[in-house]
């Protein structure tokens, strides 16, 4: 899988057993992959030229950003930022994150899934991170918190989901929702100035994902491939917030967990529909 390009991307390697990956690839394979790869190929020509990874990307795609104009300059253009995000779809709102803040701004990294690190295109701008519990994951994490601080502290952006997995529903039927929001981010604002912007994804994945995200973990992911296909050429809406207030910040780092939900709750209120129950959604740990 090293030095694999964008376009492969697959969430087969995030099983355990052959077999799993085995049944991931399969369904991928049967639920949109093929077809995905053939739309992006010869991106890699492109952004060669000198074109903008995920410019390109979101044109093969014929993905439609559908935000205010003036919410794009909410992202500060220069000196430490936090982009923190609810992740309700998977590839589609890590894709349209990227492109945001290539919009915004040139100096920027996303906190993401290990087995994104292994595209060479994206090598350079993911500090890839790890859900396996073991002592190589918790390295893993350490180095990719080390890093993301270093960065900010030399001025630069970074963008993460904190809730850590895809949205999903606490129970069959209810709103698909983001868990509570890891301390992980917490850590990485304790310890830099850095303003703190919230970004909204409206939508959520399918019921069916759902139903399966309840039954086997790697039919869950198995599936994401399907949930990013049935966006080609579709709108996604997205609302970007004001920085947070700082004095807000500052009141709560000294509790990692209450700043987290603050910043969840913040990044829910930007609904264009109102949520009024903010509770959390299926946490996998």
């Not at 396996?132 to 994490?141: I, K, P, V, W, Y």
């Not at 039954?215 to 399907?226: C, G, P, Q, S, Y």
Request: net charge neutral; aromatic share 8%.
């Amino acid at each position: 899988m090293d030095g694999m390009s964008a376009r492969e991307i697959s969430y087969a390697f995030a099983a355990r057993s052959k077999a799993g990956r085995a049944m991931i690839r399969s369904i991928e394979n049967l639920t949109g992959r093929p077809r995905l790869i053939k739309m992006a190929d010869g991106y890699d020509v492109e952004v060669e030229q000198g074109r903008d990874f995920w410019e390109v990307m979101q044109e093969r795609y014929s993905i439609h950003l559908d935000i205010p104009p003036e919410e794009l300059s909410r992202i500060p253009s220069e000196g430490p930022v936090v982009v923190v995000a609810n992740h309700p779809f998977g590839i589609l709102d890590g894709l349209v994150l990227g492109r945001l803040l290539s919009m915004a701004r040139p100096d920027f990294k996303i906190v993401a899934n290990k087995v994104f690190h292994k595209a060479k295109d994206l090598e350079e701008i993911i500090l890839p991170i790890s859900f396996d519990e073991d002592r190589e994951a918790l390295q893993t994490n350490i180095q990719a918190r080390r890093s993301a601080i270093s960065f900010l502290g030399a001025g630069g952006c970074i963008g993460i989901f904190p809730g850590g997995t895809v949205s999903t529903s606490s129970k069959l039927f209810n709103r698909p929702m983001d868990p509570a929001w890891k301390t992980f981010t917490a850590r990485m604002i304790q310890k830099s100035d850095a303003a703190i912007v919230p970004v909204y994804f409206e939508g959520h994945n399918s019921r069916l994902f759902q139903i399966a995200s309840h039954l086997n973990e790697n039919l869950r992911v198995a599936l994401l491939i399907k949930e990013f296909d049935k966006w080609v050429g579709e709108d996604v809406r997205v609302r970007i917030g004001n920085p947070l207030p700082q004095e807000e910040i500052q009141s709560k780092k000294g509790d990692p967990k209450i700043l987290m939900d603050y910043l969840r709750t913040e990044t829910y209120k930007l609904s264009p529909t109102p949520i009024h129950d903010f509770s959390y959604g299926h946490n996998f740990d």
